[in-house]
């Protein structure tokens, strides 16, 4: 059983940074991939990034490639998500996820575990 508890989320202009934490409970923290999704007012929740076991190998949507990195500390049982030049659109809850499986993954139901999230909102 894994217990994530994600931090970092608030309020911010746009063109501002927040970086969101998840804190991992779970001694096999390190061999899990681990994601960050969002999900905005009356939408689906969608993928934003992933992070293999190793950090090795990163994936992220379209929408915040370049502004947005994914990393993590195996030590801290920890996940980042930097996020740099926010817009409007950024806003939504976002949630941290982990898989049971090393390689990362971009589907919602390919994620077995759930933080509660937190919320991103960007003023224009």
């Known amino acids: 059983q894994v217990q994530l508890v994600e931090s970092g989320g608030g309020l911010v202009q746009a063109g501002g940074s927040l970086r969101l934490s998840c804190a991992a409970s779970?001694?096999?923290?390190?061999?899990?991939?681990m994601g960050w999704f969002r999900q905005a007012p009356g939408k689906e929740r969608e993928f934003v990034a992933t992070i293999s076991w190793s950090g090795g190998s990163l994936y992220y949507a379209d929408s915040v490639k370049g502004r947005f990195t994914i990393s993590r500390d195996n030590a801290k049982n920890t996940v980042y998500l930097q996020m740099n030049s926010l817009k409007s659109e950024d806003t939504a809850v976002y949630y941290c996820a982990a898989r049971s499986a090393a390689v990362a993954a971009i589907g919602v139901y390919e994620y077995d575990y759930w933080g509660q999230g937190t919320q991103v909102t960007v003023s224009s």
């Open positions: 779970g001694r096999t923290f390190s061999s899990y991939a």
